[in-house]
């Protein structure tokens, strides 16, 4: 696939002319993407202290921990697609606006209601805000900037996830564990603000004769909420111990084929949907990316859980010093995603391959050196496997995106990038719930339990990678 290949189909190349502020356009954009991922690992370490602070259960915090992520998936493709019909700027004011006020609304809540309640619009702000980020790539960048930039893309997403822990475990060590929480949530109040300035002076407006009014495609979006919601709800029910929700499960399916359906419709008649479903069978690399991304995350994000439980409570660790013993996995990303940011243009889908094969190996590395391991030496087995990992892991996000999106126009930019992030947010709530399950349920010493986790987590990363196979044989 030559550069110019990139934006074969899309009726782009003619009209483009570069933004001279497009990098710094694309750093607004990063900074507001690393802080709304980091609110979703960022609370993991602040589970014990947001119990003790609010005198409630653990099943209760659960759901500030995993409303957030419920949220965040149900509105990406919708937030994508208004992105895409009314202007990326507009949405990201009022994202971000509305982002800033529900984390400082978290920040002050007097009871663990008002948080849950507070986390939920927090996390369906998130939503909102970040598939701009993605649809601004497609639009200020072409060839290989592209690939650059959702280099640096990939690098926040990974970044993100890896520096939650140790930056949440930080701030409560140095404010206290009963109140200290609060300040993960009002650290936004002031980098939102900042940021909601530079927004405001740098996005460009979307020009008055490109824009798309066409109606929203409402019963698209209740149909799409509602598989999302079938799936995302019973899975982070599961994390906060009901079981009966699991019986939503049945209903994802039902609401998926009726939202194809409903989709083409859409399409045949004229209109504009929410999703157009072609992509998934005409663009190239879009609908193997989807499972891509999905089934790496699906492998990737319940690993950090894992280890951060196993290190607490199998090994006796404070969460500051877990969080410290998981950061060489994020300055492997912080590596490796710019640079194969790079070379996507270059090699293509191999470079997917080869961070999954770099992936896999360090995580084998960590699941059988790690657990009959004492405390004492422990970072000894653990650091150099998980920095191997980590620049494995910086090397799939970014390539994905940009294989994923390179024939996709960039009119329906903003809602396909959100049904990659929609993709990635599922595949995390799958993984986090189903490698603590199988945490739990293994016998033995928390070592064995920690084996078993991470075996099920390569198990799934193998599937990712002959999807990406494929996917490259279809390339060829």
């Known amino acids: 696939m030559s550069e110019e290949t990139t934006t074969a189909g899309t ?17 607004v954009t990063l900074v507001i993407g690393f802080m709304a991922l980091l609110d979703v690992t960022i609370v993991n370490v602040a ?3 947001m119990r003790a602070g609010l005198g409630t259960s653990a099943s209760t ?3 500030v ?3 957030y992520s419920l949220a965040f998936g149900l509105v990406l493709v919708t937030g994508g697609r208004l992105g895409d019909a009314y202007g990326r700027r507009r949405m ?3 994202g971000l606006t509305g982002f800033v006020a529900a984390s400082a609304a978290v920040g002050l809540a007097p009871t663990a209601g008002w948080v849950i309640v507070a986390r939920l619009a927090q996390g369906a702000a998130a939503g909102f805000l970040t598939p701009q980020g ?7 960048f072409r060839g290989a ?3 650059r930039a959702f280099g640096f893309f990939g690098l926040t997403v990974s970044v993100s996830s890896g520096l939650g822990p140790v930056l949440g475990g930080l701030i409560i060590s140095l404010l206290g564990e009963q109140d200290g929480w609060r300040y993960l949530f ?9 940021a909601l300035y530079f927004v405001a002076r740098m996005v460009p407006q979307r020009p008055r004769e490109d824009a798309d009014r066409t109606r929203l495609d409402h019963l698209g979006a209740a149909l799409l909420g509602g598989a999302v919601l079938c799936l995302l709800f019973p899975l982070v029910s599961v994390e906060s111990g009901a079981r009966l929700p699991l019986l939503l499960l049945a209903g994802a399916p039902v609401f998926l084929w009726g939202f194809v359906r409903w989709e083409r419709r859409v399409a045949r008649r004229g209109g504009a949907p929410l999703l157009d479903v072609a992509l998934l069978r005409r663009t190239p690399g879009y609908a193997n990316g989807l499972a891509v991304g999905a089934l790496y995350f699906t492998g990737f994000t319940g690993i950090f859980l894992v280890l951060s439980v196993y290190l607490q409570e199998g090994r006796s660790f404070t969460p500051l010093a877990a969080g410290l013993l998981l950061t060489p996995f994020a300055v492997g990303s912080a590596l490796t995603a710019p640079l194969a940011g790079r070379l996507v243009s270059r090699i293509h889908r191999l470079i997917t391959i080869i961070a999954l094969s770099v992936m896999m190996t360090g995580v084998l590395a960590v699941a059988l050196l790690v657990p009959d391991r004492g405390a004492s030496g422990l970072w000894l087995v653990l650091a150099p496997p998980l920095l191997l990992a980590g620049l494995g892991g910086g090397g799939v996000v970014s390539p994905n995106f940009t294989l994923s999106l390179a024939e996709v126009p960039p009119r329906m930019g903003g809602a396909a990038g959100g049904a990659l992030q929609t993709g990635q947010r599922i595949g995390s709530s799958i993984g986090a719930a189903l490698l603590m399950t199988v945490y739990g349920l293994t016998s033995g010493s928390p070592g064995r339990a920690l084996q078993a986790a991470l075996l099920t987590s390569l198990a799934v990363l193998a599937v990712a990678m002959a999807m990406a196979v494929r996917s490259l044989r279809q390339e060829r």
């Open 145 to 147: 900037e592209r690939g």
């Open 186 to 194: 009002l650290v936004n109040v002031p980098i939102g603000l900042v």
């Open 92 to 94: 990201m004011l009022l």
């Open 65 to 67: 921990v995993s409303g």
């Open 61 to 63: 915090i659960q759901w």
């Open 134 to 140: 993605s649809g601004l790539i497609q639009q200020l």
């Open 11 to 27: 009726g782009e190349q003619e009209a483009y002319e570069p933004d001279p502020r497009r990098w710094r356009i694309l750093g």
């Open 47 to 49: 589970i014990p202290s």
